[in-house]
């Protein structure tokens, strides 16, 4: 909710394309840059309280936005400093909860742990776009308000855990480090930390342009649009759980499986995005849960996998130095999507991009499956 509050609020911000990927780019590269300390921090803190961090770093960065929004109803100094403070609190949420669930989980239950993990991103888009923007109708800094409570209490729920958490405080020290040393000495890892970079973006540019999308290119109303996004994320919630069942079931190849769910979301998406005009609803709600379900599923997986590869002492940082990578991708990313958008239209924009997913996850799909 919190990172990608702006985005969904960006029509009633009169945030327009351009600015929003501009946003999305600066938040995207401080995450970067803030999950490769995520070893260290670790080492520093202890996962369970990083993963409080996080939380009341969301928190300041709501509590700006409510009281700049507070005065005027619009926006005026509060945008970049919390851009700067959501991206703090983007990079190292992941490693941070990934070390967290390498500890307590057994290893043929992670693919299955980690995807129920992820679908916090989807309850939180699929709340966030039905519940903000009907918010910011009554009162500007109610939005911003919302999200800060909520990561409040989670960040004290965070730090509640660590006295009944034998593991959180006492991190080894082989635990230290960034984890670029696998990442480059692993065929697997970098393969993984590919696929990492075209998912991600692919993912974040449904998740983040799609409502001005809805609004600007199909010309529908607000709350429709909302609406729509919401039942993209209820989808990509299911797919989350339903791949993470499949994921840990005997003989499953992982490569294979990410590969069938990006030619999944390619396919889906090009039929959506090429679709002649507005698509009739049924097309939508089809097409929405089809997208959903794949660009969104694959996440817990790969996390596991990720974990799995690295080792328990070795998951944070791991998975940290791989997200440098990812998150280096989402910061490139909204910025050229919107100057495609700005030029082509956000449609061949979403074209560009999905067909890149396509051809790797076809890749994927048909590689040797005894290949690292």
């Known amino acids: 909710m919190g990172t990608f509050a702006l985005s969904i609020l960006a029509p009633q911000l009169g945030v327009d394309v351009r600015m929003l990927g501009l946003i999305g780019s600066t938040l995207f590269a ?9 070893g260290w921090l670790i080492r520093r803190f202890g996962d369970l309280p ?7 770093s969301v928190t300041l960065a709501m509590v700006f936005l409510a009281g700049d929004a507070m005065g005027q109803g619009t926006l005026r100094w509060s945008l970049w400093p919390a851009v700067l403070l959501l991206g703090l609190a983007f990079g190292p949420e ?3 909860s ?3 669930l390498a500890r307590v989980t057994p290893l043929a239950r992670r693919p299955w742990v980690f995807s129920i993990r992820q679908t916090g991103n989807q309850i939180g888009a699929m709340v966030g776009s039905l519940a903000l923007p009907v918010l910011m109708v009554r009162h500007t800094a109610w939005p911003f308000g919302l999200v800060a409570a909520l990561a409040l209490c989670v960040g004290l729920w965070c730090l509640g855990l660590v006295r009944s958490d034998g593991g ?3 991190v ?3 635990a230290a480090g960034n984890g670029l040393r696998e990442v480059a000495a692993s065929r697997l890892l970098r393969a993984l930390t590919l696929t990492v970079v075209v998912y991600t973006a692919t993912q974040l540019c449904l998740n983040f342009f799609v409502m001005s999308h809805a609004v600007r290119h199909w010309q529908l109303a607000i709350p429709i649009a909302a609406g729509w996004v919401a039942l993209m994320q209820a989808a990509g919630l299911a797919g989350r759980l339903f791949w993470g069942r499949v994921a840990q079931r005997p003989g499953i190849s992982t490569a294979r499986l990410l590969g069938g769910l990006g030619v999944l979301m390619g396919c889906a998406g090009l039929v959506l995005f090429l679709w002649p005009g507005t698509p009739h609803p049924a097309a939508l709600a089809v ?7 794949s660009a969104s599923g694959w996440n817990g997986v790969m996390v596991a996998e990720i974990a799995r590869v690295a ?9 940290g130095a791989v997200l440098l990578f990812g998150y280096s991708g989402l910061a490139v990313a909204p910025l050229a999507f919107a100057g495609v958008g700005d030029a082509l239209g956000t449609q061949w924009a979403y074209v560009s991009l999905l067909a890149i997913t396509s051809i790797l996850g076809a890749c994927l799909l048909l590689r040797n499956p005894g290949a690292a």
């Open 287 to 293: 097409l929405f849960v089809l997208v959903g379900f």
């Open 30 to 38: 401080i995450g970067a840059l803030s999950s490769l300390m995520a």
């Open 98 to 100: 990934a070390s967290v």
């Open 172 to 174: 080894r020290p082989s």
């Open 50 to 56: 990083l993963a409080a961090l996080c939380m009341f």
């Open 168 to 170: 959180s405080a006492s």
């Open 311 to 319: 080792g328990i002492e070795r998951a944070g940082a791991v998975t």
């Open 94 to 96: 992941t490693p941070a």
